[in-house]
């Protein structure tokens, strides 16, 4: 099932008298359960496709189909709700409220949603047991170490039961050996049907997917499929 339909798209942005072209010419189709890593140096669009991927921003030409869906031709609450329950984010920064408790912060999206306080609570104590953080779930960020305040925000983008988990340089904030274990939780959600698109400028964070996209200067360099990695998977404890 095509989840992300992209066909000649472009954005151009004013700055000063200057026009920037972040993206040229970028057309790409993303399947259910796919796990892509979009990859590319500072300067190269990544980022501005990411937006665009997330309904952050709009082209300034091209066609972006979201299911079968023109995103140009969506109003401002058809954005928020593909942002709030279609797409999952998962941010370099983490991007948790510092007072709340792990619990709070994974309900944050059902709560814009208006999903009743019993329902929230069950599935955000879900989403917390599938990334192995159950015996941590009422406490706050300054109590958790880097990689379990990732699995937080990886909880919080998986509450809602996504289209899709779109992480932006996820393991930028976190030491190599607990990078490798936030890879190897991705690789075990791909594994239960998730899909899965990763933003980064890291080869080895890349090479964790099963297809790479290498951007470029706003156009894509090159799109390819990867086969026989064998990536360890993290193992989930629900305690």
């Known amino acids: 099932m095509n989840i992300i339909n992209i066909e000649h798209i472009a954005k151009i942005y004013t700055v000063g008298s200057e026009e920037v072209h972040a993206l040229a010419d970028v057309s790409l189709r993303i399947d259910k359960n ?5 990859m590319g140096p500072s300067g190269s669009g990544k980022s501005t496709l990411m937006n665009m991927l997330g309904c952050l921003d709009t082209p300034t030409s091209g066609l972006y ?7 140009s031709e969506m109003n401002d609450n058809d954005l928020a709700r593909i942002r709030n329950k279609e797409i999952g984010f998962v941010f370099q920064t983490f991007n948790l409220l ?3 408790s792990a619990l709070h912060n994974v309900e944050l999206p059902l709560i814009y949603a208006g999903i009743p306080s019993e329902e929230r609570k069950e599935r955000a104590t879900q989403a917390l047991l599938s990334v192995g953080l159950g015996d941590r779930m009422h406490h706050r960020p300054n109590e958790l170490s880097g990689g379990q ?6 909880a919080r983008a998986l509450v809602t039961k996504p289209a899709i988990i779109l992480a932006d340089e996820p393991t930028g904030n976190l ?3 607990t990078g490798e274990d936030i890879m190897g939780l991705f690789a075990h959600l791909h594994d239960q049907g998730n899909t899965i698109i990763l933003v980064t400028h890291e080869e080895y964070i890349a090479e964790h997917a099963k297809r790479i996209i290498r951007i470029r200067d706003g156009y894509i360099e090159r799109d390819e499929f990867v086969t026989n990695r064998i990536i360890p998977k993290t193992k989930i404890s629900v305690n």
């Open 65 to 71: 189909l979201f299911k079968d869906n023109n995103v």
């Open 98 to 100: 510092a007072r709340s």
């Open 149 to 154: 305040r990732q699995r937080v925000a990886i």
């Open 175 to 177: 030491d190599t050996k």
């Open 34 to 38: 796919e796990y892509v890593a979009i």
